[in-house]
């Protein structure tokens, strides 16, 4: 542990059949602070052996669930061995089971009568383990002794200063409400229309609750982007003055807004503290702050109302005070969730998005109808489906991932981040160009004032072949997100596929000086340098690329343009033993490079029976070219879906 303050990190180790109660036990011991690592695949062999090994390497304590089935488990004993010879094993038993031998000198806790609540003496007993394991005294339950009495807070100057009024009942944001214009305080430009929301400051001297203050960060923004009204900066622009120096002025000329919004969160227990300030940034003076101290339970209230107060204070009306669809008043679903937002944002590994796909499942564990979380957990399935699936589990995953967006839709038929996963799900998973569409409008109507849903709605409609729509939603996306690597790389991908290569490659290296090692901008950057000659320049920067599905790629179609056809073949085949039928749908753009029509078009066959997302862009991809005009691959096209 590095400090008295951090809170332990579970694995908890258990049977395929045990996974409910499992689901029942990471939702509690997330709901007494503790982050864990677990997955309801974990039995799904050596795919996953990689994140299982760090998972438990990374751990504090490891909590094995023990039962007739997984007495039985080899994966399980494994798991615990590790546990027991770290010193940091917990075993429990579901249903009165003896551990197996070389585990019976540790004291088991009993589970058989426990009814899945978070506060049960049996959970008290699993946490008093957790501390004796990991050398220290807990207290998880109660949160005394690691959070700062209220009354302690440091003095809070006007500009973090808050708001907050009544609104209790209020949901967590997640969809869209109407909004109209009111006055003509904001004068004519559209930069007197803008707002950056800065990073909410964690004052409650425990760097584990930063997850909170970040996560009413990103719903007090989304509440705001609702707004047609306003220009809300996106997260990431807005989080490059996070640990900022400067004054009020100097950050929105910097940022190029007319207003800030900053906040500070303290949290004691179950009461939190939020000051908020706003911010005129042609004056640097304050137009009005105000704090509010409420119940945990009360949080879910404050996005809504900051939104509608700061509309108010800026002359813009909502015309509707209807609740956003989507969220929960369940804390311990709400924690999970925020937890498993901040995991995905890292956007850094397979294990990081498996963490967050197991604390989205606790959430709807403790909150079925949570459809912000089922949406999050279907987005997640779709980035593991896409980046990290065997050919062989591509097409359950998305099957997963389309079955949480659909549950999510249900739940909130106007949350836009719903639409959004169900869309991208369903175009990915199935080619199913007729329903994803449907999503995607749905999407684009509630959710057209966030960067992140325009990016995405942007390459859905580049591959969809309207290319129009495509250009003016990422131009939108980039206004409202100027500093987001991500939005530069997509607008680079929609410049290659609309065959704009000189505009797709001043966003790629945009997208690299804001960030040199995203994966695939210098794959894409290096492709775009080919189409205009610059194959020298091209190599270079294809040699950086980190992602080797998308680095042998290039390569082999740049020496094929060089005429170097045996090192083209060495990198095709390079591809094929590395990446396997994970990079079918690659391997098909460089047969169609390499002028092998027969065999681009048999491995696009073998692409669509594995479910190949790559497959998306077949309607608009440049490398396809040579085989465009092929009847063979215009049949294919029609087949799987495209006009």
Request: charged residues 20%; neutral net charge; without cysteine.
């Amino acid at each position: 542990m590095s400090n008295e303050t951090s809170q332990p990190t579970i694995f908890l180790s258990y049977a395929h059949a045990d996974a409910k109660r499992a689901q029942q036990l990471a939702a509690a011991l997330t709901a007494r602070g503790y982050t864990v690592w677990w997955d309801n695949l974990i039995e799904g062999g050596a795919s996953f052996a990689k994140s299982i090994r760090e998972a438990l390497e990374a751990a504090d304590a490891v909590v094995v669930l023990w039962s007739k089935t997984s007495i039985e488990s080899d994966w399980v004993a494994d798991e615990a061995a590790q546990g027991r010879d770290r010193k940091r094993l917990v075993p429990l038993s579901l249903d009165g089971s003896l551990p197996p031998l070389g585990f019976r000198q540790y004291q088991t806790i009993d589970l058989a009568t426990w009814r899945g609540k978070a506060a049960s003496p049996q959970v008290d007993r699993i946490d008093r383990a957790i501390g004796q394991a990991v050398g220290q005294s807990t207290g998880q339950s109660t949160g005394s002794g690691r959070m700062q009495s209220l009354a302690s807070e440091p003095t809070v100057d006007r500009r973090r200063a808050l708001l907050i009024a009544g609104g209790a009942g209020i949901a967590v944001a997640g969809g869209g409400a109407l909004l109209a214009l009111r006055g003509d305080l904001f004068g004519d430009g559209i930069r007197d229309r803008s707002i950056a929301v800065l990073p909410f400051k964690n004052i409650s001297g425990d760097v584990a609750q930063a997850y909170l203050s970040d996560g009413l960060t990103e719903e007090v923004r989304a509440a705001l982007a609702r707004n047609p009204g306003l220009q809300v900066m996106a997260a990431t622009s807005s989080n490059t003055v996070r640990d900022h120096q400067e004054g009020a002025i100097e950050i929105a000329g910097k940022l190029g807004v007319a207003h800030l919004l900053e906040g500070s969160v303290q949290r004691a227990g179950d009461t939190v503290r939020v000051a908020i300030d706003l911010t005129d940034g042609k004056s640097g003076f304050s137009i009005w702050s105000k704090r509010v101290d409420a119940r945990l339970t009360d949080i879910f209230a404050f996005q809504t109302e900051i939104a509608r107060t700061v509309s108010e204070a800026l002359s813009v009306r909502m015309a509707t005070e209807d609740p956003a669809p989507g969220g929960t008043r369940n804390v311990m679903a709400y924690e999970a969730y925020l937890r498993g937002k901040a995991l995905y944002n890292l956007s850094k590994d397979e294990a990081t998005d498996r963490q967050a796909k197991a604390l989205y499942e606790n959430a709807i564990a403790a909150d079925p109808d949570f459809a912000l979380a089922h949406a999050a957990l279907s987005r997640v399935l779709s980035s593991i489906g896409s980046a990290y699936a065997s050919g062989a589990e591509i097409k359950p995953t998305f099957a997963a991932a389309i079955a949480q967006g659909r549950k999510a839709v249900e739940l909130a038929p106007k949350l836009a981040e719903a639409h959004l996963a169900l869309g991208y799900a369903t175009f990915a998973g199935h080619l199913d160009i007729k329903n994803s569409r449907a999503s995607y409008n749905a999407a684009y109507r509630y959710g057209r004032g966030s960067a992140d849903n325009l990016l995405l709605y942007a390459l859905y409609a580049v591959r969809a072949r309207r290319p129009t729509e495509a250009r003016a939603a990422i131009d939108r996306a980039v206004a409202l997100d100027p500093l987001n690597p991500r939005t530069h790389r997509a607008a680079g991908i929609i410049g290659f596929a609309t065959r704009d290569y000189a505009g797709a490659v001043t966003h790629f290296r945009r997208a690299l000086e804001l960030n040199p090692a995203m994966s695939n901008a210098n794959a894409f950057l290096g492709m775009s340098l080919i189409e205009i000659g610059k194959l020298d320049e091209a190599r270079a920067l294809i040699a950086k690329e980190p992602s080797a599905m998308f680095r042998l790629t290039a390569l082999a179609v740049l020496e094929n343009r060089a005429g170097n056809q045996a090192a083209a073949q060495r990198a095709y085949d390079q591809l094929v033993t590395d990446v396997g039928d994970s990079a079918l749908y690659q391997q098909a753009e460089v047969m169609a490079q390499f002028g092998r029509a027969g065999e681009a078009l048999a491995l696009l066959r073998k692409a669509r029976a594995v479910g190949d997302p790559g497959l998306t862009a077949i309607a608009s991809d440049p490398l396809l070219d040579p085989i465009a005009k092929d009847p063979r691959f215009l049949a294919f096209v029609r087949e799987i879906g495209f006009a």
